[in-house]
Every structure is written in structure tokens, then in C-alpha cells.
């Protein structure tokens, strides 16, 4: 059964807003153009490979990026460049340059899935069992697919940083640009190590600032607040002025995305998110739903929840006492309401940002394409 936020959420994407629409509008323009510029890449890529394993590998590295997804985190660079007045002149080199952080987003995946031992990602096999099934004949090494892909992970970082260097930008813009770059991904990869810390924790405490400190740094930073500081570098304002007002504005917007992320990694249709719904459970994930049923069930009640969630081999039957737990507890109605305030947060802040008023438009869309609720 489906909480109404949650029955909302579906509603919202089947039927958007009027904001959201705009923001949907700008991504079927873009989005295509993002592809486009990722597709000529990787040809040029297989053109030049200089050995037909890299020619195959290249080939999946192709399949695996273009697998469909929002492309979030480029669409937010394009919409900072021409919010904060780009030269529209540039614009193809900053496409290719957008298209750098969504090859950053499959590098992140591919090593996500590896440490999570997940087996599916946007619809398709994860990209290790993709190595494994394509090199398994040829070793005796079991590990072969994760071997391969994790170093193939390494080529995309690779690949993202060539697509930097080959945009016909203002030199100054790029260096600005490849230190905020640099940043970004440093503090995703903490936030990583720091969710790698607290999954299938050995025990469970109230008052626990992880969930919150994950959904930042591994989330929050990379999908909003860094892309729109990169577009307004790239566009030659002065960070030194916008930096604050971006911060207020993303980084409420990017930690609503991951509740919203945590939300349907439980309560989610596997279909539609293009992975399993139990994975997070399995996985022994502390999300701010794990951490809202802790903080809200009574002494007996909590013991019970840590013993069950932190039980290895978890039944099916183990994972939907979970699920209801963090429905009768109260833990699901918190996150949705932390969702929402998150949300309400970020459009607030808006008005307090130096983009034009088109640019204003766009970001409140964003806003509700991550989920605003009204």
C-alpha cells in the first residue's frame, strides 16, 4: 500500500505542474543534445581504440552511459550557464563539457554497484556482471567483472576530464572550472567511504547524524550545488558573489533529492526506478528512514527493529517487517515531511540568486521535478 506522499510523487510525474513542465521542456531539448554529445565521443573513442578488447569494453562504457536517465546533473550546468548570461555562442562546448558530469555520474554507478553488490542499474545489468558475462570464459578469476569494471570505472574518469579538455573554452574558465570539478568529486568519494562506514552497521543508535551527513556529501554536493557553480564559472561570474546564495538554494535541494532517493529505494516500483526495491534493505543502507524508526520507536521496539535490521541474510519475509516497521513507526511520515521542507527550503531561496528570471523559472521546475509536493 502506498503512502499519499508517496501516491502524490507518482501523480506528480505522471501529471506535472506547470513548473515542472518547464523544467521537463528544457530537459526533452537538452537531454537529447547531452546524448548526442556522448554518442560522438565514444565513436571517436572506438575509432581510435587500439586493441578490439578496448573496442569492446569502449563499446559497453557507450551503452552503459546512454542508458536512459534524467541526466540531472548536466541539465543543471546548462541551466546555470544561461541563467547567469553564457554566451550562447559557446554553447556546443559547454554541452560537451556538461557531458563530462554525466560520465562522472556512470564512473560513480559502476563503483556504487560494485560496493553495494547490486545486480541491476537503469534497467539493464550492472555494469560488473556485464564484465563478468562478456570476460568470464576466458580466466579462471571469479571476480573477473568487477576486476575489469572498476578499472573501466577509471576510463570514464579518464573520458569525462578529455571531454573538458577538448571544449573550445576561455582558458581562465576552464581552470575554474577543473578546480570545482576536482572539489566535487574529492567530497562525493568521502561521502561514499562515509556510507561504506555505516552500511550493515553491527548496531544501531538514536541521535546518529549519518543518514544526514551521507545524503550531503555523497548526494546533495554533486547534483546540485556543484553543477550550478561550474555553470556560473563557466558563464564568468564571480563565485565569490554567488557561492553563498547557491549553497542555500542546492544544498537543501540536492539532500531532498536523496530522501526522495531513500524514500523509493523502500517504498519504490522496481520498474520504474530501474532496480530492486529491497536493495537498500538488503544492503543494510542507514537511511534517514532507518534512522527516523530508531529515533521514533520505544526502547523495545528499537532493539527489536537493530536486531532485524542489521541481521545478515535477511528472508523476504525480514524485509517487509522492515517495511512495515517504518510505516507504523512513523519513520515514513517523517522522511516525507523532511522531503517536503527540504523542498520548500530550496524555493525559498531562489529569489536570492543573481540568475535571470527565465534561469528563476527553471530552478523552481527543478525543484518540483524533485519532488515538490503542492
Not at 503512502?3 to 513542465?21: F, G, H, V
Request: glycine fraction near 10%; hydrophobic fraction near 45%.
Amino acid at each position: 500500500m502506498r503512502s499519499a506522499a508517496l501516491q502524490t510523487m507518482k501523480e506528480t510525474k505522471e501529471n506535472p505542474t506547470p513548473q515542472a513542465r518547464r523544467f521537463n521542456r528544457f530537459a526533452e531539448k537538452y537531454s537529447p543534445r547531452i546524448d548526442l554529445s556522448i554518442e560522438k565521443y565514444f565513436a571517436g573513442k572506438k575509432k581510435d581504440a587500439g586493441h578490439a578488447f578496448m573496442a569492446v569494453i569502449v563499446n559497453d562504457l557507450a551503452e552503459y552511459c546512454l542508458r536512459p536517465g534524467k541526466r540531472l546533473r548536466p541539465l543543471v550546468l546548462i541551466a546555470a550557464y544561461q541563467g547567469y548570461g553564457g554566451n550562447a555562442s559557446s554553447l556546443g562546448e559547454i554541452l560537451a563539457i556538461a557531458s563530462s558530469l554525466e560520465l562522472m555520474h556512470s564512473f560513480l554507478l559502476v563503483q556504487d554497484d560494485i560496493i553495494d553488490r547490486s545486480s541491476v542499474r537503469r534497467g539493464g545489468d550492472a555494469f560488473h556482471l556485464l564484465m563478468q558475462r562478456r570476460f568470464a570464459g576466458l580466466t579462471r578469476n571469479s571476480g573477473i567483472g568487477s576486476d575489469v569494471a572498476l578499472v573501466a570505472a577509471d576510463v570514464l574518469f579518464c573520458d569525462a576530464l578529455q571531454l573538458i579538455l577538448g571544449a573550445k573554452i576561455d582558458g581562465a574558465a576552464r581552470e575554474s572550472f577543473l578546480g570545482l570539478f576536482a572539489r566535487a568529486y574529492e567530497r562525493t568519494a568521502w561521502g561514499q567511504i562515509l556510507d561504506i562506514i555505516n552500511t550493515r552497521p553491527l548496531a544501531l543508535r538514536t541521535g546518529d547524524t549519518a543518514a544526514r551527513e551521507i545524503g550531503l556529501m555523497k548526494t546533495a554536493y554533486y547534483t546540485v550545488y556543484y553543477p550550478l557553480l561550474m555553470g556560473c564559472a563557466l558563464a564568468g561570474v564571480s563565485l565569490a558573489r554567488e557561492r553563498r546564495a547557491i549553497g542555500r538554494f542546492a544544498l537543501p535541494l540536492g539532500h531532498a533529492f536523496q530522501v526522495r532517493d531513500d524514500i523509493l529505494g523502500v517504498f519504490g516500483d522496481k520498474i520504474e526506478m530501474g532496480k530492486s526495491a529491497d536493495s537498500d534493505i538488503m544492503e543494510g543502507k542507514k537511511t534517514v528512514l532507518v534512522q527516523n524508526a530508531i529515533e521514533l520507536l520505544d526502547a523495545g521496539e528499537r532493539k527489536r527493529f537493530a536486531k532485524l535490521f542489521t541481521k545478515p541474510g535477511k528472508t523476504k519475509a525480514d524485509i517487509a517487517r522492515i517495511r512495515a516497521v517504518m510505516r507504523e513507526s512513523g519513520a515514513l511520515a517523517a522522511a516525507e515531511e523532511m522531503h517536503r521542507s527540504l523542498i520548500g527550503q530550496a524555493v525559498r531561496a531562489v529569489p536570492s540568486l543573481g540568475i535571470n528570471a527565465e534561469g528563476m523559472d527553471l530552478l523552481r521546475g527543478l525543484c518540483a521535478a524533485i519532488g515538490e509536493l503542492k
